[in-house]
């Protein structure tokens, strides 16, 4: 299995309920698609480099996960469709990395 490393961004004006329940369900998409979270952090609101969307700054998330296939292409799509989402990157990550704590 691969190890993948994903950075999202969520608007800022979100409720705790409505961010915990975003986390939640891009986590279980990962485990649908056959892949397993190894972390979940969240970053907290920073300020953005630049304005998205009428916002200057967001609330960002970075999960470490494992998966095979298409998981990086499907997190992708899901991430881009929906609305509480501002920006999104996933990263496979090859090589001698170290692994996360």
Known sequence: MALYELMY??????????????????????????GVVEKTEKWGRRKLAYEVGGYNEGFYMVVTFRGTGDIGNEMTRVLKIHDDVMRSIVVRVDGEHKQPE
């Open 9 to 34: 961004i969520l608007k800022p004006d979100l409720g705790e309920e409505q961010v915990a329940a975003d986390i939640e369900r891009f986590n279980q998409t990962i485990q649908q698609q056959e």
